[in-house]
């Protein structure tokens, strides 16, 4: 069983930044792959981006590239967002979640290849 606690979120405006972080308990966090995803109200849920067991591999969505960059502290069971430019559209409501594991580059977009979700951190872009 592993839990997740995001934090980090808020309020920012247009082309702002925030750090988000999602701590998880348990003592293997480094073998986890990591992912943060989003909703928005009335959207489905979308990936964000991933990052492999070591941090040495990460997928990003393209509406984030060059702009968030998701990084891990294994010795601190912490994964990281950080959001820079942030854009209207970047508002949702933003999930972590882990996959115990590898994920092959062809399921790392899918949310049900991933086994533990967050609760979630507000994200609010201003225009």
């Known amino acids: 069983q592993v839990q997740l606690v995001e934090s980090g979120g808020g309020l920012v405006q247009t082309g702002g930044s925030l750090r988000l972080s999602c701590a998880a308990s348990?003592?293997?966090?480094?073998?986890?792959?990591m992912a943060w995803f989003r909703q928005a109200p009335g959207k489905e849920r979308e990936f964000v981006v991933a990052?492999?067991?070591?941090?040495?591999?990460?997928n990003y969505a393209d509406s984030v590239k060059g702009r968030f960059t998701i990084s891990r502290d294994n010795a601190k069971n912490t994964v990281y967002l950080q959001m820079n430019s942030l854009k209207p559209e970047d508002t949702a409501v933003y999930y972590c979640?882990?996959?115990?594991?590898?994920?092959?580059?062809?399921?790392?977009?899918?949310?049900?290849?991933?086994?533990?979700w967050g609760q979630g951190t507000q994200v609010t872009v201003s225009s």
């Open positions: 979640a882990v996959k115990y594991g590898g994920i092959t580059i062809a399921a790392v977009t899918r949310g049900d290849v991933y086994g533990y």
């Open positions: 990052i492999s067991m070591s941090g040495a591999t990460t």
């Open positions: 348990g003592r293997t966090f480094s073998a986890y792959s």
